[in-house]
């Protein structure tokens, strides 16, 4: 009978020093500062949907993109992006606007952005200059307060006038670095939380 006391006060005690251990990883103690925010990204896009087979290269790009922007509170994040676009029939730059709003969960942040602007074409402005939209999903993962590395897909289309748009899939892998460093959340009794 004193066996089975020992036993399970020592089951009870080590169940309660293990609650009182600090968390290792520290992720969901984390969110964002509002501040000024940098992404760079590289992006892949696949073409799915054409409905013109006289636009530059509906088949697939390779782009180079930078958002430069504000992290207006936690969630919400605003930026204007310019970059790069390499197609087999051309090369594109996209000008554009970037929102995007992220809930933080404890080891990934997953969000929802919105893409819109243009894509200008340097060679002929006036015939292969277009107009798209991107919505999507990512996740991201710091790996310190200021850096972050993303990963996010989406569906772009792409549209001179209701005649002409492509429609593609892509992929974006990235890196965000935030001038302000992510913060921790703390109770009044100095306990995080999230």
Same mark, same amino acid.
């Given at each position: 009978? %004193?066996?089975?006391?020992?036993?399970?006060?020592?089951?009870?005690?080590?169940?309660?020093?293990?609650?009182?251990?600090?968390?290792?990883?520290?992720?969901?103690?984390?969110?964002?500062?509002?501040?000024?925010?940098?992404?760079?990204? $590289?992006s892949?896009?696949?073409?799915?949907? &054409? #409905?013109?087979?006289?636009?530059?290269?509906?088949?697939? +790009?390779?782009?180079?993109?930078?958002?430069?922007?504000?992290?207006?509170n936690?969630?919400?994040?605003?930026? &204007?992006?310019?970059?790069?676009?390499?197609?087999?029939?051309?090369?594109? $730059?996209?000008? +554009?606007?970037?929102? %995007? !709003?992220?809930?933080?969960? %404890?080891?990934?942040?997953?969000?929802?952005?919105?893409?819109?602007?243009?894509?200008?074409?340097?060679?002929?402005?006036k015939?292969?200059?277009?107009?798209?939209?991107?919505?999507?999903?990512?996740? #991201?993962?710091?790996? #310190?307060?200021k $850096?972050?590395?993303?990963?996010?897909?989406?569906?772009?289309?792409? #549209?001179?006038s209701?005649?002409?748009?492509?429609?593609?899939?892509?992929?974006?892998?990235?890196?965000?670095?935030?001038?302000?460093?992510?913060?921790m959340?703390?109770?009044?009794?100095?306990?995080?939380? !999230?």
């Amino acid at each position: 009978m %004193k066996r089975a006391i020992v036993i399970i006060l020592l089951v009870f005690l080590s169940c309660t020093f293990t609650r009182g251990q600090k968390y290792v990883n520290p992720s969901y103690r984390f969110y964002a500062n509002p501040g000024f925010v940098n992404i760079s990204e $590289i992006s892949y896009g696949e073409g799915l949907i &054409v #409905s013109d087979l006289d636009v530059t290269n509906p088949n697939r +790009y390779l782009g180079l993109t930078n958002v430069f922007g504000y992290q207006a509170n936690r969630n919400f994040f605003g930026g &204007v992006g310019l970059g790069y676009f390499h197609y087999d029939k051309g090369d594109l $730059i996209p000008f +554009y606007l970037e929102y %995007k !709003y992220s809930v933080y969960l %404890k080891l990934l942040t997953p969000y929802f952005f919105a893409d819109g602007g243009m894509i200008i074409s340097p060679v002929n402005f006036k015939d292969e200059t277009k107009i798209f939209i991107n919505p999507g999903i990512g996740i #991201s993962r710091y790996f #310190s307060p200021k $850096i972050e590395g993303t990963l996010s897909a989406g569906f772009s289309i792409q #549209s001179r006038s209701t005649i002409t748009s492509i429609g593609l899939i892509n992929i974006k892998l990235g890196i965000i670095y935030r001038k302000n460093p992510y913060r921790m959340l703390k109770a009044k009794n100095n306990k995080y939380y !999230y």
